[in-house]
């Protein structure tokens, strides 16, 4: 039996996943726990009450379990019913504001309405994510990615105190546009106008937000590597011919100098990681940065004992100067390669913040509006439902609405896809943002503010680029083991030793103690992962591969399901003349009905002509003298040629005109058509006389591509916003079995979504703006170098040429780098399988050997210099 629960007192991933592993303890329980919803789906073999299944969870603390239905009755049973008749969902499905007048269920999620009067209540629940974070208060301010305080944000750039992640900046959705003077720059105001100096048009300004966290870790980083540098070479420097350090600097000058630069790094640009793992500790949610803090710690408190009581320690730790080696090389090595990885993930997603950026940048900042007649320039802001407004040639369309007067063709790639502009008459809806061809209309706003589809579009990207968790490295999984065992093995240390009965027993444990949690500090470790990361993207560049992220290229061999966009991904992008034919072969040949049509449309702004008029160009056609040229809104073209009067256009036009085509023409017609094609029709003199067919052409690798992918056992599907005719002629061509037409950007972040539900690992390959959510909320957005900047911006691979063919490159790039990592692992952790019971003083009883710091030294840096080595290798590796 199933049956699902409303779990109370959640608010982070680590309360879930606490009642999740509590409830599936219980025997013949298979449960599943959701933190947005707040809700358990339990499995049982046998029936379980609710009481039992309460007092089950009781010992964990404050959470408790309650049927769905009961929630809002529990937390104020005075009101079973709205005393004002108005009833809200208590998750807030459709936000705060969606208000029902009947107690009934939500129509999103099922649950029972609530009284609105209880909203108090509902507060102190585990609201949906999206909802706060999407609440434009909250814009530039922080929260945590990993969504451990649900959706508490803070006012200031820093670190989570749970899970020790940078806090990301939640961009804002709108941009402050003002309006200056271009002659007299300081001329500003917030309003659209006139300069009050010299009177011309104030032009708009949008400002740029600057992305401060970002700034602050790439400043911190430089700093740790301008004092990193020079502390390896006072440290290792000896090791060249000559020892040249020693020569100018005396050791215990250089162990002063040494600790000068090392105190920056520890206390200033890299303090954040002791932060980090002090809270890991203190949380017991054990990560990378507990083993970096344990480590490079104990290397840091060694070094200032050694440097400063070197007395203190036994014989056996000093080398035949007397000295006790020093770590603080290590030490910073080890924090600024740290570093190094944060300011790369910050910059990932700095670059999401800009396709955020660059999509509201999609919004005219102007509209003309129409008052009693009179024409005024107005900030689209101004503009309100119902209002009439002008849109001149070339102008983007203000905001959504209808066409109220006038006809032209719209350029709607931006949410379509398609690089076809479409016919707008009156009646049709235009949306903001998309570009006007070469006329003008009047339209009626419909939508304004949020509620426009480029909004939402722009609140898609923002939503998913806060769902996806970043991907838990290998080292934070690893880490959850092996800290608590060099703890272990660190505290047996101490206490073996202290009770050996030997001279001097509290120094000697002490510092065996110490030599154990110095060994473990992760030099090797912390370069396994960086170092193949570093050399796999250096590969993938050179083969036209642009990976943002280490996340994203270890993701791409998981992948199970590919995501194609149809235009300009699988598609060259741009409408080509794919047939030309004739009814009269006497009389004209193929070539004389496109010189005729490409003559005609040398006089035409539409983006179809300019087609016919390259493939002319092309063919080598002398265009002809045109008069008389008509441009026929929404139909086509008409023009004399020498003594021919000539129509070009739709087939509509032609039956306007009294020209009849023949039957067996039409099964012509239909038979292009089943293609998806743009069709022309040419009358000449009143008698039909030729067709041809425009398409966007598959690109020449999209076939093979497909094949090498479908081999690879990963389900390829193509999402388009096109017609069914022509998604379905180009699956067919390139072999693809599933695939869906007529989508807007929402509907695709959907789909990808309910795939990601059902289990699957979901790649997103596109190439423009309407592709933005769906490449932002799959687990790796990959887009194509040929295609829209957003789209570049949205999406975490990208491919130079827009060749799908990389798509597998990439794959097996993946595929390679992590194998890389688990071979540097071996060799990280053999030096630590080897080093720490050295170190712990497993041989000193039989041997007389403990572990001197020269010898951990060299150690550590055979052990990193094997890592190197083994990195490069990536470069040799093959892609196809």
Same mark, same amino acid.
């Given at each position: ?80 019913? !709205? ?132 700034? @602050? ?137 800009? @396709? ?24 689209? !802001? ?13 102008? =983007? ?43 003008? %209309? ?199 040629? %020498? ?7 739709? =087939? ?46 598959? =690109? ?181």
């Amino acid at each position: 039996m199933k049956k699902t629960y409303k779990v109370l007192g959640m608010t982070c991933s680590g309360c879930q996943a606490m009642v999740q592993r509590k409830l599936n303890e219980m025997e013949g329980i298979d449960a599943s726990v959701n933190l947005e919803k707040g809700t358990a789906d339990i499995e049982s073999t046998r029936h379980y009450s609710l009481q039992e299944l309460r007092d089950w969870i009781a010992p964990l603390g404050h959470y408790d379990i309650v049927e769905l239905h009961d929630t809002y009755s529990i937390l104020r049973p005075d009101l079973q019913d !709205s005393p004002s008749g108005q009833y809200i969902c208590p998750m807030y499905c459709e936000g705060h504001d969606r208000i029902y007048h009947e107690k009934k269920r939500c129509p999103v999620c099922n649950m029972h309405l609530v009284p609105v009067e209880s909203l108090d209540s509902a507060s102190l629940q585990t609201p949906v994510h999206h909802t706060k974070m999407a609440n434009p208060s909250n814009a530039g301010k922080y929260y945590c990615p990993m969504m451990c305080e649900g959706d508490k944000v803070y006012n200031t750039f820093g670190s989570c105190p749970v899970c020790g992640m940078n806090l990301e900046k939640i961009p804002s959705l709108t941009v402050q546009t003002t309006y200056t003077c271009p002659m007299h720059p300081e001329v500003v105001q917030q309003e659209p106008g006139t300069c009050p100096i010299c009177g011309m048009d104030l032009v708009a300004i949008q400002a740029e937000e600057d992305n401060t966290a970002y700034r @602050a870790l790439k400043k911190k980083f430089w700093i740790s590597v301008a004092l990193t540098v020079p502390v390896f070479l006072l440290a290792m420097g000896d090791m060249l011919p000559g020892k040249p350090v020693s020569t100018y600097i005396s050791p215990s000058v250089n162990g002063y100098i040494q600790l000068a630069l090392t105190l920056p790094v520890v206390f200033y640009t890299c303090w954040m990681f002791f932060s980090r793992a002090w809270v890991s500790f203190r949380t017991w949610n054990l990560n990378m940065f507990s083993l970096i803090g344990l480590g490079a710690g104990a290397g840091f408190l060694y070094s200032l004992a050694a440097l400063f009581f070197p007395h203190a320690f036994p014989e056996e730790f000093a080398d035949h100067h007397g000295a006790v080696g020093l770590y603080f090389e290590s030490v910073c090595v080890i924090l600024t390669l740290v570093l190094l990885g944060q300011l790369m993930e910050a910059k990932a997603h700095a670059r999401t913040n800009i @396709a955020i950026k660059e999509l509201i940048k999609l919004s005219p900042a102007e509209a003309i509006l129409i008052q009693d007649g009179d024409e005024t320039k107005v900030a689209v !802001s101004a503009v309100g439902v119902g209002d009439v407004l002008r849109v001149r040639p070339g102008d =983007k369309v203000p905001i959504d609405g209808t066409v109220i007067e006038g006809t032209s063709s719209v350029d709607e790639s931006m949410i379509t896809g398609e690089p076809i502009p479409q016919e707008k008459n009156i009646g049709d809806a235009v949306i903001g943002g998309t570009i006007n061809g070469n006329r003008a %209309f009047l339209m009626q706003a419909t939508r304004i503010g949020t509620d426009t589809l480029l909004a939402q579009i722009i609140q898609l990207v923002s939503e998913a680029s806060r769902s996806q968790a970043p991907i838990q490295r290998v080292t934070d999984r690893i880490a959850r083991i092996f800290v608590p065992v060099v703890m272990a093995v660190a505290a047996a240390t101490f206490i073996i030793w202290y009770y050996s009965g030997i001279d001097n027993s509290l120094a000697f444990a002490f510092t065996n103690l110490l030599a154990v949690l110095i060994v473990a500090c992760p030099c090797a470790l912390g370069l396994a992962t960086p170092m193949s990361v570093m050399v796999a993207i250096g590969k993938g560049a050179k083969s036209g591969i642009l990976i943002k992220n280490a996340e994203a290229l270890e993701t791409l061999r998981k992948v199970s399901t590919l995501i194609v966009d149809k235009t300009g991904t699988l598609t060259v992008g741009r409408p080509t003349v794919a047939h030309v034919s004739t009814t009269d072969s006497h009389r004209f040949k193929e070539d004389d009905i496109l010189q005729i049509a490409a003559s005609i449309n040398r006089h035409s702004s539409h983006p179809l002509a300019q087609a016919m008029v390259d493939c002319a160009q092309r063919g080598g056609l002398q265009f002809l003298d045109v008069t008389n040229f008509e441009d026929i809104a929404g139909k086509g073209v008409a023009a004399n040629i %020498f003594h021919m009067r000539v129509l070009l256009g739709t =087939k509509r036009l032609l039956e306007e005109n009294n020209i009849t085509i023949p039957d067996a023409s039409q099964d012509d017609i239909r038979k292009i058509a089943e293609d998806g094609p743009s069709i022309s029709l040419l009358a000449i003199d009143g008698v039909y006389s030729g067709i041809i067919s425009i398409v966007d052409e598959i =690109k020449e690798t999209s076939l093979e591509a497909i094949q090498r992918l479908q081999k690879r056992g990963i389900d390829v599907l193509m999402f388009t916003g096109d017609n069914e005719n022509t998604a379905k002629a180009v699956a067919k061509k390139t072999g693809i079995r599933h695939w869906k037409a007529n989508m807007l950007p929402a509907d695709k972040l959907n789909e990808i979504k309910k795939l990601q539900q059902q289990g699957h690992i979901v790649a997103m390959a596109g190439d423009g703006i309407n592709d933005a959510p769906a490449l932002t909320q799959a687990d790796v957005g990959i887009a194509m170098g040929t295609g829209t900047d957003i789209a570049i911006h949205s999406a975490e691979v990208t491919l130079v040429k827009g060749d799908l063919k990389a798509v597998n490159k990439s794959i097996t790039l993946s595929h390679g780098m992590m194998t890389n990592v688990k071979q540097n692992l071996v060799f990280a952790f053999l030096y630590n399988v080897i080093g720490i019971p050295v170190a712990a003083g497993i041989l000193y009883p039989g041997l007389g050997i403990l572990m001197s710091p020269m010898i951990a030294a060299a150690a550590m840096s055979l052990s990193s210099v094997s890592v190197i080595v083994n990195s490069l290798r990536l470069n040799r590796a093959r892609l196809d």
